[in-house]
């Protein structure tokens, strides 16, 4: 095991498979499902990911950066999986998916809503069908209610779940997030749901529907701002990157380069005064409590603003390390891969014979990392193996 502490005494170091004997059909493409499957693969999962025969996931195309024809994103969300093609308009493909089905754990769909019932796919069909079957669908907008069959990307329940209202200056634009933060949520709710439905039908015996998606995440990222809403009727202003609950807690610049401070609470508040070289702050009414600090937010951050300018940011990190401050610098990802925190935790993960290093699984066990087993598969890469009855497998570059 590279960087990090060993294991505890007695555990011994092993690529950790905790969902070996799983067996994972994924009928996905993009973002959300794929990665569901990912997890479930990582974690020793046997994950069988379903394609059209014609051009496959449309996440195959999804570059800058390219490997070979296709887009790293692909590779990154589709490692450790055999991959198989099947035309679901065909009743003899959709009869192998069904005998693919018999002996499943999990099927995981993101297909355009109503597309799996019209595909006799569906939850009622295949549970009907298979009811040992954990059936989980990812919607945009959910399973019910006047926008059940509106499509969605990332973007859109951004816009839609508020999450654009609440991030930014308060006078800037709507601001996206950086990152595909509802797929990536709404993926991690699936696999949630599918391990604490595996663990009642350990009880039961029979399998269920497990529904989430991006609407749904969308709303829970925002979950503290509405309710305050719904407590206060009051809209919440945007703060930048300061909390709406305390301060100090954003972004400053320095004479050189921005840093994050975050003083969460009172204890840390008097030593952030200290640090700064300005106790006299904690006696001044305006800003004694945190209650006094958000309600004077302004005039605060506009007296700490000229003092941290006045040095460079190392002077600030080391200055506020000493005192207990919480803090980091700003790092652009150039600066996050260089990281010694990066290399000690062993994050980054070597996907097998493409010399491609792509981000792991962020949960360990027995403090050992779950590790890629394979690179995603090319297109109809395993038809022969998975399928059976002599159908030859798609010879397609990656």
């Given at each position: 095991?590279?960087?990090?502490?060993?294991?505890?005494?007695?555990?011994?170091?092993?690529?950790?498979?905790?969902?070996?004997?799983?067996?994972?059909?994924?009928?996905?493409?993009a973002v959300a499902a794929p990665l569901a499957g990912v997890i479930l693969a990582e974690l020793g999962a046997e994950v069988i990911k379903v394609e059209k025969p014609e051009g496959?996931?449309?996440?195959?195309?999804?570059?800058?950066?390219?490997?070979?024809?296709?887009?790293?994103?692909?590779?990154?969300?589709?490692?450790?999986?055999?991959?198989?093609?099947?035309?679901?308009?065909?009743?003899?493909?959709?009869?192998?998916?069904?005998?693919?089905?018999?002996?499943?754990?999990?099927?995981?769909?993101?297909?355009?809503?109503?597309?799996?019932?019209?595909?006799?796919?569906?939850?009622?069909?295949?549970?009907?069908?298979?009811?040992?079957?954990?059936?989980?669908?990812?919607?945009?907008?959910?399973?019910?209610?006047?926008?059940?069959?509106?499509?969605?990307?990332?973007?859109?329940?951004?816009?839609?779940?508020?999450?654009?209202?609440?991030?930014?200056?308060?006078?800037?634009?709507?601001?996206?997030?950086?990152?595909?933060?509802?797929?990536?949520?709404?993926?991690?709710?699936?696999?949630?749901?599918?391990?604490?439905?595996?663990?009642?039908?350990?009880?039961?015996?029979?399998?269920?529907?497990?529904?989430?998606?991006?609407?749904?995440?969308?709303?829970?990222?925002?979950?503290?701002?509405?309710?305050?809403?719904?407590?206060?009727?009051?809209?919440?202003?945007?703060?930048?990157?300061?909390?709406?609950n305390l301060v100090p807690y954003q972004v400053f610049e320095t004479a050189d380069r921005p840093i994050c401070v975050a003083a969460g609470n009172q204890r840390l508040w008097v030593?952030?005064?200290?640090?700064?070289?300005?106790?006299?702050?904690?006696?001044?009414?305006?800003?004694?409590?945190?209650?006094?600090?958000?309600?004077?937010?302004?005039?605060?951050?506009?007296?700490?603003?000229?003092?941290?300018?006045?040095?460079?940011?190392?002077?600030?990190?080391?200055?506020?390390?000493?005192?207990?401050?919480?803090?980091?610098?700003?790092?652009?990802?150039?600066?996050?891969?260089?990281?010694?925190?990066?290399?000690?935790?062993?994050?980054?993960?070597?996907?097998?014979?493409?010399?491609?290093?792509?981000?792991?699984?962020?949960?360990?066990?027995?403090?050992?990392?779950?590790?890629?087993?394979?690179?995603?598969?090319?297109?109809?890469?395993?038809?022969?193996?998975?399928?059976?009855?002599?159908?030859?497998?798609?010879?397609?570059?990656?």
């Amino acid at each position: 095991m590279r960087g990090g502490s060993a294991a505890p005494a007695g555990i011994q170091a092993m690529a950790p498979q905790p969902l070996a004997g799983l067996k994972v059909l994924e009928v996905g493409q993009a973002v959300a499902a794929p990665l569901a499957g990912v997890i479930l693969a990582e974690l020793g999962a046997e994950v069988i990911k379903v394609e059209k025969p014609e051009g496959g996931d449309d996440a195959r195309l999804w570059g800058p950066p390219w490997v070979g024809e296709t887009g790293l994103t692909f590779h990154a969300y589709n490692r450790g999986k055999r991959g198989v093609t099947l035309d679901l308009k065909s009743a003899a493909d959709v009869a192998r998916l069904q005998a693919l089905a018999r002996d499943a754990d999990i099927l995981i769909q993101n297909l355009r809503p109503g597309v799996v019932e019209q595909l006799g796919i569906g939850p009622e069909a295949m549970l009907a069908a298979h009811p040992r079957l954990i059936y989980c669908s990812i919607w945009a907008f959910g399973y019910t209610g006047p926008l059940r069959l509106a499509p969605g990307f990332d973007p859109l329940l951004q816009a839609y779940g508020a999450m654009l209202s609440v991030t930014g200056g308060p006078d800037d634009p709507p601001t996206f997030a950086g990152a595909a933060i509802n797929d990536k949520a709404t993926a991690m709710w699936c696999v949630i749901g599918a391990l604490a439905a595996l663990r009642q039908r350990d009880a039961t015996g029979r399998g269920c529907l497990i529904d989430t998606s991006l609407f749904e995440s969308a709303v829970a990222w925002v979950e503290t701002p509405l309710n305050g809403y719904l407590a206060s009727g009051t809209v919440p202003a945007r703060h930048g990157t300061g909390s709406a609950n305390l301060v100090p807690y954003q972004v400053f610049e320095t004479a050189d380069r921005p840093i994050c401070v975050a003083a969460g609470n009172q204890r840390l508040w008097v030593k952030f005064a200290q640090a700064a070289g300005h106790p006299e702050w904690t006696g001044d009414a305006r800003f004694r409590t945190g209650r006094d600090r958000t309600a004077n937010r302004a005039v605060l951050v506009d007296a700490i603003r000229p003092v941290l300018l006045a040095r460079p940011r190392d002077h600030w990190m080391a200055a506020f390390g000493a005192a207990g401050v919480p803090c980091a610098p700003v790092n652009d990802l150039a600066e996050l891969a260089a990281t010694p925190q990066l290399a000690a935790m062993d994050l980054l993960r070597e996907v097998p014979g493409t010399g491609l290093r792509v981000v792991g699984l962020p949960v360990s066990f027995d403090r050992e990392r779950p590790r890629p087993r394979s690179a995603a598969p090319t297109l109809g890469q395993d038809n022969a193996v998975v399928l059976g009855e002599g159908i030859p497998a798609v010879t397609k570059p990656r």
